[in-house]
């Protein structure tokens, strides 16, 4: 069955920092990957989409590589600020791309 | 435009109770999921419809959950029995595109806590 593989221990960084944020997937290879944050308390919020023919996009601050070979997608996040402190989630369509599942979610936390 | 609404926000019961929930997605939006999320999880699709027909079910506990969407708009989501383990987020979310033709993104609520006591 997929997997959808996200660094589980919290990301700590300094604000002006780039935070990057990995997500690994096996057993299946994805049409898309969307990349979410989620705030405590809150739903989550779209924040990029990614196909499987682009390698690279970019909205503001925020850069998303996918690299099918390697079955990974990275998420940057430039200049952060402690306002990027959020649980970042991972999700990508399984077989037919009927359904979107997540990952498990990365903490950030950006010290001011 | 109005986002998805949920009701209630939080809901305790005492395990072997049931509880309801509702969503209200987005206008137009042919596509409603019901995810599940477990503290320190991400999001579980428990199910999702397109229109009033279901999609995907495989991953609802059906011994004890249901799903209606009714007319195509409205869903409501019932636990009965309720499990301790059942204590999480329920979240509801609606997209634009039709099942089967995915191209963008999941428009969330804000979800519905449960305890199970």
């Known amino acids: 069955s997929q997997k959808i593989e996200q660094n589980s221990e919290a990301l700590n960084i300094q604000e002006g920092k780039t935070a990057t944020l990995t997500c690994n997937y096996t057993?299946?290879?994805?049409?898309?990957l969307q990349w979410y944050r989620q705030d405590p308390g809150r739903g989550p919020v779209f924040l990029l989409l990614i196909r499987e023919n682009e390698k690279e996009k970019r909205k503001e601050r925020l850069k998303v590589t996918f690299d099918t070979t390697l079955k990974q997608s990275l998420f940057h996040i430039t200049a952060s600020q402690p306002a990027d402190s959020a649980t970042y989630l991972c999700a990508l369509d399984t077989t037919g791309g009927f359904k979107t599942i997540f990952g498990a979610g990365t903490r950030l936390f950006v010290k001011a | 435009e109005a986002g998805v609404a949920q009701s209630p926000r939080y809901k305790i019961i005492e395990k072997r109770q049931s509880v309801a929930f509702w969503c209200n997605p987005i206008s137009g939006h042919a596509t409603l999921y019901w995810y599940q999320q477990i503290l320190g999880q991400g999001p579980k699709l428990l199910i999702q419809f397109q229109n009033n027909g279901v999609v995907d079910d495989s991953q609802l506990p059906k011994d004890r959950f249901s799903a209606e969407r009714l007319k195509g708009v409205d869903s409501t989501l019932k636990i009965q029995p309720a499990k301790l383990e059942d204590s999480a987020v329920y979240l509801c979310?609606?997209?634009?595109?039709?099942?089967?033709?995915?191209?963008?993104?999941?428009?969330f609520g804000e979800g519905s806590r449960l305890t199970v006591l």
């Open positions: 057993n299946y290879s994805p049409a898309y």
């Open positions: 979310a609606s997209s634009l595109e039709l099942a089967g033709a995915f191209d963008g993104e999941l428009f």
